[in-house]
């Protein structure tokens, strides 16, 4: 039964919330005492980038297989269960003693992410019918979890400065239980009627995991190894040939993990090329403004926090004028919208950031603005066109697809500031020719970033443009494609 308005679903929004809550807050607010975990447990620069990157790696690389698996044996189960995974595995921080044994907690806390995003926002979606309300609870979903992102890093540091480290992790476990009891009782289980019985494409589902991890940890190589090695480019050349043993795989395959007839429908596919141009933006944007304002510019790690509160502000406020901007433009005018914004920001930091930080702000607010827009209207269009069992994989592949180009905007980026700049970029004192030599670098990334994210919404535009006047948000079972 659907519910009237969003008071009607504040239990389950409550608890919804709090599945986003820990994922936008798990890693920012672990980041600020990665220092103060290398010296306790002894860990090299190595294990520590796995702290962060076990976590990424297992979440984006699982969300598709538990996506599907949620489609089948349902929604709030295994929500549930993801759930209670979070929360013991976030007490076993309390006993790790080694670098090993933290990668390895924090790989199990991304099984339990790939298990618990995707259902947030499947089930935020089949609480209502309405499609304004959808949006409206997904705009809501999406502000807890950034407020979290935003205040991740500054609650760690007071937290560190009067207990230790673990409690960042431990604090998973109260926010695991809410949203348990909040879903248990907010939200009914799930209809059979509303599941599917296929069974697993096991194949498809290694193929589907192999080339996704493999798509992540690439942008990492290239950063750590550089683009002129041959491991990079191997992991590269081995993710493109896993994804094209995986679209083999699902073309052929009697009950595919991924129905690919679904994935090409036009409300489907263009949802998913804005959300990727949103996550394409926003980590090559944010790699490349935080790399200027203190390694060029030389600014103060705290100034250049404050230099990145328009993008903060925007994504926290910007929440309250979405649902108003969607009523008046409607679901896809909005979407193309708000991803030409994000295109505009990315121009104007490219050509025109080196004149100063008016620029990079001007850049900062419209990736921000049309981010918040596309964040909560690609998620809805996505799964308002496809069928109602399989919603979830539906939301598992928006997600995805940010992922997997947020890792391609950072490596875009590292990749061209490698092959333009000459030195260690890190290193003090850079001589006139090396900030030439950035700056340059910059502009090419930020033309770059422009062109990929333009190309994306310029497609999804043409294929928002074939959807039918009136795409059905569910389907039956039997009209199952």
Same mark, same amino acid.
């Given at each position: 039964?659907?519910?009237?308005?969003?008071?009607?679903?504040?239990?389950? /929004?409550?608890?919804?919330?709090?599945?986003?809550?820990?994922?936008?807050?798990?890693?920012?607010?672990?980041? &600020?005492?990665?220092?103060?975990?290398?010296?306790?447990?002894?860990?090299?620069?190595?294990?520590?980038?796995?702290?962060?990157?076990? +976590?990424?790696?297992?979440?984006?690389?699982?969300? #598709?297989?538990?996506?599907?698996?949620?489609?089948?044996?349902?929604?709030?189960?295994?929500?549930?269960?993801?759930?209670?995974?979070?929360?013991?595995?976030?007490?076993?921080?309390?006993?790790?003693?080694?670098?090993?044994? /933290?990668?390895?907690?924090?790989? #199990?806390?991304? &099984?339990?992410?790939?298990?618990?995003?995707?259902?947030?926002?499947?089930?935020?979606?089949?609480?209502?019918?309405?499609?304004?309300?959808?949006?409206?609870?997904?705009?809501?979903?999406?502000? $807890?979890?950034?407020?979290?992102?935003?205040?991740?890093?500054?609650?760690?540091?007071?937290?560190?400065?009067?207990?230790?480290?673990?409690?960042?992790?431990?604090?998973?476990?109260?926010?695991?239980?809410?949203?348990?009891?909040?879903?248990?009782?907010?939200?009914?289980?799930?209809?059979?009627?509303?599941?599917?019985?296929?069974? $697993?494409?096991?194949?498809?589902?290694?193929? !589907?995991?192999?080339?996704?991890?493999?798509?992540?940890?690439?942008?990492?190589?290239?950063?750590?190894?550089?683009?002129?090695?041959?491991?990079?480019?191997?992991?590269?050349?081995?993710?493109?040939?896993?994804?094209? @043993?995986?679209?083999?795989?699902?073309?052929?395959?009697?009950?595919?993990?991924?129905?690919?007839?679904?994935?090409?429908?036009?409300?489907?596919?263009?949802?998913?090329?804005?959300?990727?141009?949103?996550?394409?933006?926003?980590?090559?944007?944010?790699?490349?403004?935080?790399?200027?304002?203190?390694?060029?510019?030389?600014?103060?790690?705290?100034?250049?926090?404050?230099?990145?509160?328009?993008?903060?502000?925007?994504?926290?406020?910007?929440?309250?004028?979405?649902?108003?901007?969607?009523?008046?433009?409607?679901?896809?005018?909005?979407?193309?919208?708000?991803?030409?914004? $994000?295109?505009?920001?990315?121009?104007? +930091?490219?050509?025109?950031?080196?004149?100063?930080?008016?620029?990079?702000?001007?850049?900062?607010?419209?990736?921000?603005?049309?981010?918040? &827009?596309?964040?909560?209207?690609?998620?809805?269009?996505?799964?308002?066109?496809?069928? !109602?069992?399989?919603?979830?994989?539906?939301?598992?592949?928006?997600?995805?697809?940010?992922?997997?180009?947020?890792?391609?905007?950072? @490596?875009?980026?590292?990749?061209?500031?490698?092959?333009?700049?000459?030195?260690?970029?890190?290193?003090?004192?850079?001589?006139?020719?090396?900030?030439?030599?950035?700056?340059?670098?910059?502009? &090419?990334?930020?033309?770059?970033?422009?062109?990929?994210?333009?190309?994306?919404?310029?497609?999804?535009?043409?294929?928002?443009?074939?959807?039918?006047? @009136?795409?059905?948000?569910?389907?039956?079972?039997?009209?199952?494609?």
């Amino acid at each position: 039964m659907s519910a009237p308005s969003l008071r009607a679903a504040w239990v389950a /929004l409550a608890g919804l919330s709090a599945v986003f809550l820990f994922e936008m807050l798990d890693n920012s607010i672990l980041n &600020v005492a990665l220092p103060t975990i290398g010296r306790e447990l002894h860990a090299s620069t190595v294990d520590l980038q796995w702290v962060t990157g076990a +976590y990424a790696v297992v979440f984006g690389g699982l969300m #598709l297989v538990f996506g599907a698996i949620a489609d089948r044996y349902g929604r709030r189960r295994v929500m549930l269960v993801g759930l209670a995974l979070l929360a013991v595995t976030s007490l076993a921080t309390a006993f790790v003693s080694t670098a090993g044994q /933290l990668i390895a907690v924090r790989a #199990l806390m991304g &099984v339990a992410a790939a298990m618990t995003t995707p259902g947030s926002a499947a089930l935020a979606f089949r609480l209502f019918d309405d499609d304004g309300l959808r949006v409206r609870a997904m705009t809501f979903i999406s502000t $807890i979890g950034l407020v979290g992102l935003a205040v991740g890093p500054t609650t760690g540091g007071l937290v560190l400065a009067i207990a230790p480290w673990q409690v960042l992790l431990l604090v998973n476990v109260p926010v695991a239980v809410l949203a348990m009891v909040c879903i248990r009782f907010g939200i009914d289980a799930d209809d059979p009627a509303g599941l599917h019985r296929d069974p $697993i494409d096991g194949l498809g589902a290694a193929l !589907g995991t192999t080339t996704i991890v493999l798509a992540l940890i690439a942008p990492t190589m290239f950063l750590n190894e550089g683009a002129g090695t041959w491991l990079p480019w191997a992991v590269t050349v081995a993710a493109v040939a896993a994804a094209i @043993a995986f679209v083999a795989r699902e073309r052929s395959a009697r009950f595919p993990l991924l129905d690919l007839k679904l994935v090409a429908r036009p409300l489907v596919s263009s949802g998913l090329a804005y959300k990727a141009a949103a996550g394409l933006a926003i980590a090559g944007l944010g790699y490349l403004v935080t790399l200027q304002l203190q390694l060029d510019w030389g600014w103060s790690p705290a100034r250049a926090a404050i230099g990145l509160l328009p993008q903060v502000v925007v994504l926290i406020a910007g929440g309250a004028f979405v649902n108003p901007f969607v009523q008046r433009v409607g679901l896809d005018r909005a979407a193309w919208l708000s991803a030409a914004a $994000i295109v505009s920001g990315l121009a104007v +930091y490219g050509l025109l950031s080196r004149f100063g930080y008016v620029w990079v702000a001007l850049a900062l607010i419209l990736v921000a603005a049309g981010m918040r &827009v596309v964040g909560a209207v690609a998620v809805v269009n996505v799964l308002r066109g496809l069928p !109602g069992n399989r919603t979830t994989i539906g939301a598992a592949l928006v997600d995805t697809s940010s992922e997997v180009t947020s890792g391609a905007g950072i @490596a875009v980026t590292g990749t061209i500031l490698a092959a333009m700049f000459t030195g260690t970029i890190t290193s003090p004192n850079w001589t006139a020719h090396q900030s030439a030599q950035f700056e340059q670098a910059v502009t &090419v990334a930020g033309l770059a970033l422009t062109a990929m994210a333009a190309a994306l919404v310029g497609w999804a535009l043409l294929r928002s443009r074939t959807a039918p006047v @009136a795409e059905p948000a569910y389907a039956s079972a039997s009209s199952r494609d």
